[in-house]
């Protein structure tokens, strides 16, 4: 692909395996991108386990995909140009790993990279309750420049099912990639309900 957008997406083995798989269904339908796809040894389980689809049918949504022990590949280098990366859903285990710098796995390393070349990191960060050292960790990614985007449901735009639960929130993480999308509309300040009337009598 010539002159691609590349994007790199990591999958973990939090919950919310669904978050990955759509973004790289998102992805395919811009044909300026590229998108590199990591899964994590628990991330392929937690596919399994929560959806429908096979693993292989995941990576092939990619347009390229790479062993997460492979800390050899280009993702591991900053010289390998990406436009930025986004872990959906991102478990807390990674997130303290790309906290603290700990890149034994090309998913983190990958992370990591974007990080120290100043591209944008996205994490949709998937724990609850949050104790003391997760708040910590997190605080600590946000000031190292990633964006912290917890997948939290947003009910203003009348969601009807799950899956718009799960594009609202992907929608996010392209504006922070700066892909222009029409998947939700800009908010533009709640409208006043229109004034109630009851006939005579009612």
């Known amino acids: 692909m010539t002159d691609a957008r590349r ?5 973990t083995g939090a919950t919310g395996a669904i978050y ?5 269904e998102l992805l395919r339908g811009f044909p300026e ?15 399994v386990a929560e959806t429908e689809s096979t693993v292989a049918e995941v990576e092939a949504l ?5 062993d997460d022990k492979d800390i050899g590949a280009a993702l591991a280098s900053g010289s390998f140009r990406t436009d930025g990366m986004v872990i959906a859903p991102c478990s807390i ?5 790309v906290a603290h710098c700990h890149t034994d796995t090309l998913l983190s390393r990958a992370a990591d990279v974007t990080l120290k070349e100043r ?12 104790h003391a050292g997760h708040l910590r960790c997190l605080l600590a990614l946000a000031e190292m420049g990633a964006v912290v985007l917890p997948p939290m449901p947003a009910f203003y735009n009348r969601p009807k099912q799950i899956e718009d639960l799960v594009t609202h929130t992907l929608a996010r993480a392209l504006d922070h990639l700066r892909l222009p999308h029409r998947l939700t509309e800009e908010w ?13 009598g009612a």
């Not at 990955?20 to 790289?24: S, V, W």
């Not at 991108?33 to 994590?40: A, T, W």
């Not at 591209?119 to 949050?130: A, D, H, K, N, S």
């Not at 533009?188 to 006939?199: I, L, S």
């Open 119 to 130: 591209r944008p990191l996205i994490l949709l960060v998937r724990e609850t309750p949050l």
């Open 20 to 24: 990955g798989i759509r973004l790289l």
């Open 33 to 47: 991108v590229e998108s590199h796809l990591v899964i994590s040894g628990p991330g392929k389980r937690t596919i």
């Open 93 to 97: 285990k990674t997130a303290s790993a």
């Open 188 to 200: 533009k300040g709640t409208q006043p309900r229109p004034p109630r009337f009851d006939p005579p």
């Open 62 to 66: 990619a347009h390229r995909h790479y």
């Open 7 to 11: 994007i790199v997406v990591g999958i």
